[in-house]
């Protein structure tokens, strides 16, 4: 066995060493009653090359975006992804390391985190990011829950523009507290903003939108900023973070908690996880941020160093009364994001997301060329949009496929109202001569 | 004495060169390029974002000396109990990438996503196999989700019932993330009394138990690394009162193809991939904390269930009474891969032969160094082991202090100050990828310490000193918190 | 040797009370400070916010802990040290004097007879040392 360092010989120097003679005697506290008296029921161990011959068997009964143009979106994009970003975080000292509780023989992990913080802040607009949570939805259930706990309020306003997927997370982290959870509709494909001044009250902790919407189209945030805060509520923003290269950051539009899904930031799709939890918050809120926060301070000597700090909200010393339950964070897809906004920077962010935009809009003009074929929402959208087939979605995905294209998003498993309804999502990634095929192939598909 | 390599102190932003770049994105191959054209000018970004603008060697340089700062399984024993700090196989890595898994969208149509729902159904299946449960639900995220994932099930069973209970029964030995999970859940936490070995004290439990507590919390092996004998007896007992019984499987490397938490009584546990199936640690993630429960559970189980039809298989959404979705996919699908490959590669011989190689380790350090150290329980242990450094703390030379000249002698520290019950707790978790040399290297490095703590204390708690950084001031970060870097700072 | 000033009065909980009339101030002990190491954050109510003896009235922080903070007697919170946002480290630096948290108007003076003394706090602290 590769991964089991002792041999027999040693084995038995041990054995002898503890003063037993077989590992039996160390299990003596196992009552017979609970032994296993047979083998594991599990299939034989695999030779390195079996079990390669075995998984690529596996992994080659997949539609993957290397043979297939992917214009699917819904909270997972396939963006670019630059390849040092691999190259370093299969270093050894950074993939086996363990969550950063010995400071100093952890300053790698920390002084990134601090960097990842320092990115996520700056493109939210907001004052501080923690060092990650699990993934988009469940950090906006942890805003919700957080504002709870901020305004003692049981209200959640959500809007129904919010991914379906990410709601349905909302509404199970919003079992044990009880909170009331309500919808507002949409209307033409953004929050309607009349039902949500109604919908708002003295009972409301938050009011929850995602810009871009789970349509693809982009809210007014600024005037749902000013319903929200007219109640004294809290608005909570779910934006992935990659279009913040180019769009105004929720934080400047009156965003108190800003969160989202930032797979898009170097995190491979890898059929949806592991995934990135961005959170970020207002000065005022820092105490009561779930997650870990990664601060600067200096050692004996005087030193830089960075330390894990306002630990006491955290469960492994306030427990029950912890903001959070988390303890493992996604700090690996943390660093990757890190290492994704160093290479991209300044310039290139913004540039993948100008990419994005005009690719889409380019694709939105060509595709609602095919007859019978429409975009279904006036909103202005940004890299994602929805169209309105006169054929079945799903029949016109599976037409696509044939054609190496991964179309998009049927949308009536999650919503029946838009079973008509295709979600389209173009990255910079996506080529003109793609983009140019699918028009073809939408087409044929519902001649 | 500090490696002229690891004293680097920059953060990204500090190397940045404005017109430096790393990138290599193509030109607009569309006709209608300017934003301003396609978006109405207040949902522009007037300024880009204050990121670095670094060249790409800038980046791999700034990063890799980063990494050389940290200590890693693959590079230091890193004797952390309860975490399971085990060997990261490689060929995970590789399998992980290939890209019909890397590369595959979670949306994609289910006929176009057999290959990995197949692996998710297989390793559930071999994850019932070897919990003894009925089924597994491989949603959630990490431990700590899988734990209210859980808890959730049991609050929809009771309810179901048309029972609604109120409280939680958790021991003091508990990890953290025990009652926090459980009070996330909507429970009250009670805490029980453990006896002098970490055990459930059985008088403390009776007194507790009543048809308003929902479920009784407790980790297999103990968190003082000690099988809890009396297990049946215990669930027995639970089970009577209709008090479900849940295991936190963060031990579950002492015990595979051992016994099993379903033929112990339990009706819920949950596995840590990240612990006990070599998923790698990352610097704080992302795990995977798949669940397993008996059949009784399964109506709540999250949405969707990987479902098999004769030869194919899909996702299953119509399940009514489920607790609903714990994260917007169907799991860490990148750390399934890399825990299925693992299963794969050791086959049931294979996975026994790691339980006993990690609790024959844990009790070979255990023996090494109880002359020098306080043990916290009687007897052998199971895969880790805690002793007290309560006799140093005589001397001026607390657990923390340990630790940290642990570093200095070339090795990761153990967990410090857990379990809460043990005073001046180091918690030594070997594993079983661990050589008896490096065991014994770490037993002498451990006699040093005691040794020097009874003759030269003051080094001790100087420590460490040969690290980047010596020991931070901890208070500062907390008192004024400095969370993000500015461009004027420092 | 133990800082356990005679003339105010003693919660179990480690706060102290001192009563001028119908108010109180009320803060942490020494033997509480040192317990907790380096204070980093108070979290007090509002003026005007009611507490109630012997429940919760806000929380302090170290770095490795988290203490509640029980008010000794009913009443109403009239003042409230801002210094503490600032500089909480004048919880362990002083405790019983500029460390003060919150003034209490108590709604009823006998409570006080709930409290403990100064000589059988220090033995509480004497006895919780061992």
Excluded at chain 1, 145 to 166: D, E, F, K, Y
Excluded at chain 1, 280 to 309: H, I, N, S, Y
Excluded at chain 1, 327 to 337: D, E, I
Excluded at chain 2, 182 to 197: F, M
Aim: hydrophobic share 40%; glycine share 8%.
């Amino acid at each position: 066995m590769r991964y089991i360092s002792n041999t027999p010989a040693q084995q038995k120097e041990m054995l002898g060493a503890i003063g037993v003679s077989s590992v039996e005697d160390l299990l003596v506290r196992v009552p017979t009653k609970a032994r296993l008296s047979r083998p594991l029921n599990l299939p034989d161990a695999l030779a390195e090359t079996d079990l390669i011959r075995h998984l690529r068997d596996l992994a080659g009964r997949n539609a993957s975006a290397d043979d297939h143009a992917c214009f699917l979106g819904g909270g997972s994009y396939d963006h670019t992804i630059p390849s040092p970003i691999n190259h370093l975080i299969l270093r050894g000292e950074f993939f086996t390391a363990y969550t950063p509780y010995q400071p100093e023989a952890s300053q790698g992990t920390l002084r990134s985190i601090y960097e990842y913080q320092s990115m996520i802040a700056e493109l939210t607009g907001m004052d501080v990011a923690n060092a990650s949570l699990y993934d988009g939805a469940s950090s906006l259930a942890e805003a919700a829950l957080m504002a709870h706990a901020v305004t003692g309020r049981n209200g959640i306003v959500l809007s129904s523009s919010v991914n379906p997927l990410h709601r349905q997370v909302v509404e199970t982290y919003c079992e044990g507290p009880d909170l009331k959870l309500r919808s507002v509709p949409q209307a033409d494909g953004v929050t309607d903003l009349d039902a949500l001044r109604k919908a708002v009250s003295s009972t409301t902790a938050a009011v929850v939108l995602q810009y871009p919407n789970f349509f693809g189209c982009l809210e007014d945030i600024a005037t749902a900023a000013e319903i929200t805060h007219a109640a004294e509520a809290l608005l909570i923003v779910s934006a992935d973070p990659v279009n913040l290269g180019v769009l105004t950051p929720p934080g400047a539009l009156g965003a108190d908690i800003v969160v989202g899904e930032g797979q898009s930031l170097g995190v491979p799709l890898s059929f949806g996880g592991p995934n990135l939890g961005v959170f970020a918050a207002k000065q005022e809120l820092v105490r009561r941020m779930p997650g870990r926060l990664v601060g600067a301070t200096v050692d004996l000597d005087g030193r830089r160093g960075f330390v894990l700090t306002l630990q006491t909200r955290e469960q492994h010393i306030r427990r029950e009364k912890a903001t959070s339950n988390i303890c493992t964070n996604v700090a690996l897809c943390a660093l990757m994001a890190t290492i994704y906004l160093a290479i991209m920077g300044k310039q290139g962010l913004r540039t993948v997301g100008e990419l994005s935009l005009a690719k889409a809009h380019y694709a939105a003009t060509e595709f609602s060329k095919v007859p019978g074929v429409r975009l279904r929402f006036p909103a202005p959208f940004f890299k994602e949009f929805t169209l309105q087939l006169p054929k079945s979605p799903e029949r016109v995905v599976k037409r696509l496929m044939k054609e190496k294209i991964l179309g998009g998003l049927p949308l009536k498993t999650l919503d029946r109202r838009y079973r008509d309804c295709l979600l389209v999502a173009v990255t910079e990634k996506r080529t003109r001569e793609e983009i140019d095929r699918y028009s073809r192939a939408l087409a044929a598909a519902v001649a | 004495m500090r490696s002229a390599r690891a004293s680097y102190d920059k953060v990204i932003f500090e190397l940045s060169s404005p017109g430096r770049f790393a990138c290599s994105l193509p030109a607009c191959d569309v006709p209608e390029s300017d934003p301003a054209a396609l978006l109405p000018k207040a949902y522009l970004r007037e300024m880009p974002p204050e990121l670095p603008e670094v060249s790409e060697v800038d980046v791999i340089r700034h990063y890799s000396r980063l990494s050389q700062m940290n200590y890693g399984v693959d590079t230091h024993f890193y004797p952390l109990g309860s975490c399971t700090m085990k060997y990261n196989p490689k060929i995970n890595e590789d399998m992980a990438r290939l890209a019909g898994f890397l590369r595959l969208h979670p949306l994609a149509p289910e006929a176009a996503s057999q290959g990995a729902l197949a692996l998710m159904h297989e390793l559930a299946r071999d994850l019932a196999e070897i919990s003894g449960m009925d089924e597994v639900t491989l949603q959630p995220a990490a431990g700590a989700q899988g734990e209210l994932c859980g808890v959730l099930m049991i609050r929809a069973y009771h309810l179901a019932r048309g029972e609604r209970r109120h409280k939680v029964l958790i021991p003091d030995s508990a990890h953290g993330t025990n009652p926090a999970s459980t009070a996330l859940a909507g429970y009250g936490v009670v805490q029980l009394k453990s006896g002098e070995s970490g055990e459930v004290d059985l008088e403390d439990l009776t007194r507790h138990l009543d048809e308003d507590v929902a479920a009784f919390m407790i980790t297999q092996p103990n968190t003082l690394g000690l099988f809890e004998a009396r297990i049946h007896q215990i669930t027995e007992m639970c089970h009577a009162k209709g008090v479900q019984v849940y295991m936190d499987g963060a031990n579950l490397n002492a015990i595979l193809g051992i016994t099993r938490p379903g033929d112990l009584g339990f009706d819920v546990c949950h596995f840590n991939l990240h612990k006990t199936f070599t998923t790698p640690h990352g610097g704080g993630g992302p795990g995977a904390g798949p669940v397993g429960i008996k059949s009784h559970l399964a109506p709540f189980l999250p949405v969707p269930v990987v479902a098999k039809d004769a030869d194919s298989y899909r996702l299953d959404w119509s399940r009514p009474q489920s607790i609903g979705k714990l994260q917007a996919f169907w799991g860490n699908f990148g750390m399934l891969v890399r825990a299925y490959t693992y299963i794969r590669t050791m086959g049931p011989n294979g996975l026994r032969s790691v339980s006993e190689n990690a609790v024959l380790n844990a009790n070979y350090v255990l023996k090494r160094l109880e002359a020098d150290y306080d043990r916290s329980a009687p007897g052998p242990c199971m895969h880790e082991c805690v002793l007290s450094a309560r006799r140093q703390k005589r001397l001026g030379v607390s657990a923390t202090d340990i630790a940290k000249r642990l570093l200095d002698l070339g090795f990761y520290a153990p967990s410090v100050y857990f379990p809460l019950i043990v005073e001046e707790a180091l918690m030594i978790e070997p594993t079983e990828t661990e050589s008896k040399e490096t065991l014994d290297a770490f037993c002498d490095a451990m006699i040093q310490i005691a040794r020097e703590a009874e003759s030269d204390p003051q080094l001790v708690r100087d420590a460490p000193v040969t690290t980047p950084v010596r020991r931070l001031d901890q208070t500062l970060a907390a008192r004024q918190p400095e969370l993000r870097w500015k461009a004027s700072g420092r | 040797m133990s800082n356990v000033p005679a003339d105010l009065r003693y919660t179990r909980e480690h706060e102290w009370a001192k009563v001028d009339g119908d108010r109180a101030r009320v803060g942490i002990t020494a033997f509480a400070q040192e317990q907790l190491g380096d204070v980093v954050f108070v979290e007090l109510p509002k003026v005007g916010a009611r507490v109630t003896a012997m429940q919760g009235f806000g929380v302090v922080e170290s770095v490795k802990a988290v203490s509640d903070l029980f008010a000794p007697l009913s009443g109403e919170v009239v003042e409230v040290n801002g210094e503490l946002a600032k500089k909480p480290e004048v919880v362990n630096a002083d405790p019983y004097g500029q460390g003060w948290m919150i003034v209490i108007k108590c709604a009823d003076l006998k409570q006080l007879d709930g409290l403990l003394s100064a000589v059988d706090y220090e033995k509480l602290i004497a006895a919780a040392a061992h």
